[in-house]
């Protein structure tokens, strides 16, 4: 007997909802897109129009559909912690992208009403990127013995125009928090606080209220481990994204830049191929974190990233906001 396909939705088809509605629609055969919802109805329309699903006037038309078992939300991170709730609420499974909300509170009441049938997992992909899936394999395993440091850079090819009032606040929300999720999971252990420094550095360096577009965060773990943490919007490169995992017996480095294996030597020197952003670094992680998410449904299996694990990241990502606006260490807020 064929198992029937999962109904997906779609809430917020922008740059990455549109991605995770492609992902669904031809990627994942147990699954079928069936509704896509944004506030711009056109640019809902659009998608749906192009991956042959209906688009939803309302997120609550999206939710009544009793075709729906799985709704994934790619929303502004403001509505995150509403819609997922709503979805929740009605006993959708749900897929919400990062970060679960702008506060513990609100991150509590995600997971709250997460507790019946539903269920909940925080979109960090990158825990799905084959390269950093077989270091924490490795690492869990003992292979390179316990792991002491780590060295992670996330660098955006696009520079940030952000007001100056907005801080560091989206910086550790949209970008750094990958990095506290990351390093958590490879550490296995709790972030007991975060320093984290700040400064505009680019071309408009002097215009006022420009928001601060880099920041190093210095992170420290409950057991003792460390992760230093760049982040920096701006890069023009490429995007570029990196991390060293410094163990007893041995090193994990994981992502090297290059989009494919190809290098080409002249005698005018070696070239290779860069990333341009992030759906092209890590769409084979985005593919499999919504696949995985959606195999899991018929059996109840539990998400591979809980909502307790999103409430950390979060919560970190407040302590590095909190130590850069007071200029000291701020603890973990709990």
């Known amino acids: 007997m064929t198992r029937d396909r999962i109904g997906v939705g779609v809430v917020g088809t922008g740059l990455m909802g549109r991605r995770h509605a492609e992902n669904v629609a031809r990627w994942i055969p147990e699954a079928r897109l069936v509704a896509a919802f944004d506030a711009d109805q056109r640019l809902a329309s659009r998608v749906a129009q192009d991956l042959d699903a209906v688009a939803c006037g309302s997120f609550d038309a999206l939710l009544d559909r009793d075709d729906v078992r799985v709704v994934v939300i790619a929303s502004p991170a403001r509505f995150h912690a509403e819609q997922a709730v709503a979805a929740l609420s009605r006993g959708k499974d749900v897929l919400l ?12 009441r995600v997971i709250g009403a997460a507790q019946g049938s539903a269920r909940l997992q925080i979109g960090f992909m990158r825990r799905y990127d084959p390269a950093y899936a077989e270091a924490k394999r490795l690492i869990a395993a003992g292979a390179l013995g316990e792991p002491l440091l780590i060295r992670a850079v996330h660098r955006d090819r696009e520079a940030t125009h952000l007001p100056a009032e907005s801080g560091v606040t989206d910086m550790m929300f949209e970008s750094t928090i990958h990095d506290f999720d990351l390093s958590r999971f490879i550490f296995g252990d709790e972030i007991a606080s975060v320093t984290t420094t700040a400064s505009v550095l680019c071309h408009a360096r002097g215009t006022h209220g420009h928001a601060p577009n880099a920041a190093l965060s210095s992170v420290r773990f409950a057991e003792g481990a460390l992760a230093d943490i760049e982040t920096y919007w701006g890069a023009l490169y490429a995007y ?18 290059r989009q494919t294996a190809l290098a080409v030597l002249t005698p005018g020197g070696a070239t290779h191929d860069l990333f341009p952003g992030f759906l092209e670094r890590f769409a084979d992680a985005y593919r499999a974190e919504v696949s995985d998410f959606v195999r899991g449904a018929p059996e ?17 990502a407040l302590a590095g906001i909190a130590s850069y606006e007071s200029g000291v260490t701020a603890p973990v807020p709990i």
């Open 240 to 257: 570029d994204v990196r991390m060293e995992v410094v163990c007893a017996e041995g090193t994990a480095m994981i992502g090297a830049g």
């Open 300 to 316: 109840r299996r539990p998400p591979a990233v809980s909502g307790l694990d999103g409430r950390a990241a979060v919560a970190a």
């Open 97 to 108: 992208e990062k970060p679960m909300a702008h506060s513990l509170a609100d991150c509590d």
